[in-house]
């Protein structure tokens, strides 16, 4: 059994999966929002100590950027750890085991390439929008890396170069500003969007800044609320629909990609996103190579992060290239 860890800014996840890529038992918990670097720590070492005993390798996937291999991560959605030392923690807490660790949406790419969507693509990118907007490429049917580790970060390709929403990376325009969750939460209400099933309408002073903190102001309650028809819901998929497309297409460009796969809570919309996605890849895409792609929801679900992590370990030889364990 592999002890898989998946750690975003909204959640953190720990499963035991099979060498199959079957996840055998999963747990759960919020990430602390505004916490400390060690109280952050212990919420994870709380969430895999009931799975320890049985690991017989620990595969890990966190948001970045990060070093790589050596696993300092500096997640942007989690600002308390900057160059937190995650892969040496863990292999402290778990001697003599191999523990590998790679950027989360890295992980999904893998996953849906391994055991989901991808499966048979040698030349995929694996993209994930949610909190963040992240990716993994694989190329020639085997994971790349890039110089640093953080290949694919395809959220930080710039789609609004004009006048665009300033990124957590410090640019503008960054596809990631667009596109992510929350931000996109934060557009649509600015536009008047309220949340179905949300609070009752606020004075225009606080109503904003409320809605943010209430649990039905995500990514996926704005995509609910898109496909049911909810006008600036809509107008909101179509926004992050177009940022994507453009995106895709600077990526397939550069890459000769056949397959794009997209998750997240984002994704759950369906036509209101994939519809516009479609329409600006295809407005951009033009050269004959690039007009074979093609552009898919993910297939494995929330679980898609934990499968992943573990075939860091149990598919090593297509995803894993470093000579350090």
Same mark, same amino acid.
């Given at each position: 059994?592999?002890?898989?860890?998946?750690?975003?800014?909204?959640?953190?996840?720990? &499963?035991?999966?099979?060498?199959?890529?079957?996840?055998?038992?999963?747990?759960?918990?919020?990430?602390?929002?505004?916490?400390?670097?060690?109280?952050?720590?212990?919420?994870?070492?709380?969430?895999?100590?009931?799975?320890?005993?049985?690991?017989?390798?620990?595969?890990?996937?966190?948001?970045?950027?990060?070093?790589?291999?050596?696993?300092?991560?500096?997640?942007?959605?989690?600002?308390?750890?900057?160059?937190?030392?995650?892969?040496?923690?863990?292999?402290?807490?778990?001697?003599?085991?191999?523990?590998?660790?790679?950027?989360?949406?890295?992980?999904?790419?893998?996953?849906?390439?391994?055991?989901?969507?991808?499966?048979?693509?040698?030349?995929?990118?694996?993209?994930?929008?949610?909190?963040?907007?992240? &990716?993994?490429?694989?190329?020639?049917?085997?994971?790349?890396?890039?110089?640093?580790?953080?290949?694919?970060?395809?959220?930080?390709?710039?789609?609004?170069?004009? &006048?665009?929403?300033?990124?957590?990376?410090?640019?503008?325009?960054?596809?990631?500003?667009?596109?992510?969750?929350?931000?996109?939460?934060?557009?649509?209400?600015?536009? #008047?969007?309220?949340?179905?099933?949300?609070?009752?309408?606020?004075?225009?002073?606080?109503?904003?800044?409320?809605?943010?903190?209430?649990?039905?102001?995500?990514?996926?309650?704005?995509?609910?609320?898109?496909?049911?028809?909810?006008?600036?819901?809509?107008?909101?998929?179509?926004?992050?629909?177009?940022?994507?497309?453009?995106?895709?297409?600077?990526?397939?460009?550069?890459?000769?990609?056949?397959?794009?796969?997209?998750? &997240? #809570?984002?994704?759950?919309?369906?036509?209101?996103?994939?519809?516009?996605?479609?329409?600006?890849?295809?407005?951009?895409?033009?050269?004959?190579?690039?007009?074979?792609?093609?552009?898919?929801?993910?297939?494995?679900?929330?679980?898609?992060?934990?499968?992943?992590?573990?075939?860091?370990?149990?598919?090593?030889?297509?995803?894993?290239?470093?000579?350090?364990?």
């Amino acid at each position: 059994m592999i002890l898989a860890i998946d750690v975003g800014g909204t959640k953190m996840a720990a &499963g035991l999966v099979a060498p199959d890529g079957t996840v055998v038992t999963s747990r759960r918990a919020a990430t602390p929002q505004n916490a400390d670097a060690e109280t952050l720590w212990h919420t994870l070492t709380t969430l895999i100590d009931p799975l320890s005993a049985r690991a017989e390798g620990v595969g890990v996937g966190c948001g970045g950027p990060m070093t790589w291999p050596d696993g300092e991560v500096s997640p942007l959605n989690i600002p308390a750890w900057r160059g937190f030392p995650l892969r040496a923690r863990l292999s402290g807490r778990f001697p003599g085991l191999p523990v590998r660790l790679h950027n989360d949406a890295i992980c999904l790419a893998i996953a849906e390439h391994w055991q989901g969507a991808g499966q048979g693509s040698a030349d995929m990118l694996g993209m994930v929008v949610s909190t963040g907007v992240g &990716g993994g490429l694989i190329l020639d049917g085997r994971l790349v890396n890039g110089g640093t580790g953080n290949a694919g970060h395809i959220g930080h390709v710039v789609v609004e170069p004009d &006048g665009g929403p300033r990124c957590g990376c410090g640019g503008h325009g960054c596809l990631e500003a667009v596109a992510r969750g929350p931000a996109l939460t934060t557009w649509a209400l600015a536009q #008047g969007w309220t949340p179905t099933g949300g609070p009752e309408p606020l004075e225009a002073s606080e109503g904003r800044e409320a809605y943010q903190e209430d649990r039905a102001v995500t990514g996926r309650a704005l995509a609910a609320d898109a496909l049911a028809g909810d006008p600036v819901a809509v107008l909101a998929m179509r926004r992050a629909g177009r940022a994507l497309g453009i995106a895709i297409a600077s990526a397939t460009h550069l890459c000769d990609l056949d397959l794009v796969t997209i998750g &997240g #809570g984002l994704s759950q919309a369906g036509e209101p996103l994939f519809g516009p996605l479609e329409e600006a890849l295809r407005d951009h895409a033009r050269m004959g190579f690039a007009r074979r792609l093609k552009v898919v929801p993910a297939a494995l679900g929330q679980e898609a992060g934990l499968v992943g992590a573990a075939a860091l370990l149990l598919a090593g030889g297509a995803y894993w290239t470093s000579s350090r364990d």
